[in-house]
């Protein structure tokens, strides 16, 4: 599976849209990307997934590119609870394996 | 509320000691998954089954034993364990299957349960 590239840390500020970016060049053609959530002392959390069009569910939307080496995670009106690690990742539907990096620490400042 | 239930929530066990982690899935999923997280590290897999059966081994050490007794409950069964072992160790389902008529499998977004903080003395 492919790997991917987040930054480490991002603020937001409440209320305001947080838009997460994130990398994957090296992306297959049955690859989907994923995005999972870790608030601390929790279990990750499934937030959206998308293959090449843009999604939109009651958490989140997700952007990806027409080439799909990039997407983003666009949080809509961002809420303290939003504080987290956003973790973005990329999988074919016939490999259990979700590789995992470190994350982008989001912070929402009130 | 995840569907997915871990116990215990925080486990302290001395390197002599056997003890189980326990996981259960209320998503009608026939996928469950260990994973384990270090500090400072990645989620880490361990073991997955598919239907009762262990269809993943990452190279995890045998003082580490899963068993899955339906599709529904998933153990780990801990013994002689050593410090480094202390981690947060999450369980995790999906509904995995093969589209009809077709060779092509999907499988849903992994449901992760709050993990069981683990640490041995």
């Known amino acids: 599976d492919a790997k991917t590239t987040q930054p480490p840390s991002m603020d937001c500020a409440e209320g305001r849209a947080a838009n997460l970016p994130c990398n994957h060049s090296t992306i297959s053609g049955n690859e989907y990307v994923y995005w999972y959530r870790q608030i601390h002392s929790q279990g990750p959390q499934y937030i959206i997934h998308g293959l090449k069009n843009n999604e939109t569910n009651e958490m989140a939307s997700l952007i990806i590119t027409e080439d799909r080496k990039s997407s983003t995670l666009i949080l809509p009106h961002a809420t303290l609870r939003d504080t987290a690690v956003y973790y973005c990742i990329v999988r074919s539907d016939s490999n259990y394996q979700l590789i995992w990096g470190a994350g982008t620490k989001l912070i929402i400042k009130p | 509320e995840t569907g997915v239930t871990q116990t215990p929530r925080h486990l302290v066990m001395g390197m002599t000691n056997k003890k189980s982690l326990k996981c259960e899935q209320h998503l009608g999923h026939n996928a469950m998954y260990w994973y384990k997280q270090s500090a400072k590290k990645p989620l880490e897999l361990m073991f997955v089954y598919n239907f009762k059966e262990q269809t993943e081994n990452n190279s995890v050490p045998s003082r580490f034993s899963p068993e899955c007794p339906n599709s529904s409950h998933l153990f780990l069964h801990l013994h002689t364990l050593q410090p480094e072992d202390s981690a947060l160790y999450l369980c995790?389902?999906?509904?995995?299957?093969?589209?009809?008529?077709?060779?092509?499998?999907?499988?849903?977004?992994?449901?992760f349960g709050n993990g069981t903080r683990l640490t041995v003395t």
């Open positions: 995790a389902s999906s509904l995995r299957g093969q589209k009809v008529r077709t060779p092509i499998v999907y499988n849903s977004p992994l449901h």
